[in-house]
């Protein structure tokens, strides 16, 4: 009986531990990074426990700062858009070991610009 019930123990551990629980707690905070590509520069954004994400990206080429609104989801994959207007995509992935990287393009100003980003959680 007691080797059954370690066993049923055992088994609820492993159950109880799995790294598959990931939640938008885990990406909440302040992030930022660099971007590059046409233009290149830094960004940076807030995760709310809601997934809503808010932030700017400023160029280093121009002198320009440019919104970024979008949300993120419990998986860590972050869909939102950049400009003034919005004109533009800022997509990728952040992972709970506090690392983020992705695409961005933008619209405007003419012509057209893309890249690529990456950074960090603080």
């Known amino acids: 009986m007691k080797k059954l019930f370690l066993l049923l123990l055992t088994a609820f551990l492993f ?3 799995s790294s598959d629980d990931d939640t938008i707690y885990d990406y909440v905070g302040t992030w930022s990074g ?7 520069g830094v960004w940076n954004f807030v995760v709310d426990e809601s ?7 400023h160029s280093d080429v121009n ?9 993120l989801s419990e998986t860590g994959d972050l869909n939102a858009r950049v400009g003034l207007p919005s004109q533009g995509d800022f997509k990728g992935t ?13 619209s405007l100003p003419t012509p057209a ?5 990456k950074g960090e959680k603080k």
């Open 113 to 117: 610009q893309s890249g690529s980003w």
């Open 15 to 17: 159950i109880g531990c």
């Open 51 to 57: 997934g809503k994400v808010v932030g700017t990206m």
């Open 94 to 106: 952040l992972t709970t070991e506090k690392k983020g990287n992705g695409n961005w393009s933008n």
């Open 63 to 71: 002198n320009e700062n440019y919104s970024i609104n979008g949300n």
């Open 34 to 40: 660099s971007y590059e590509g046409n233009d290149k």
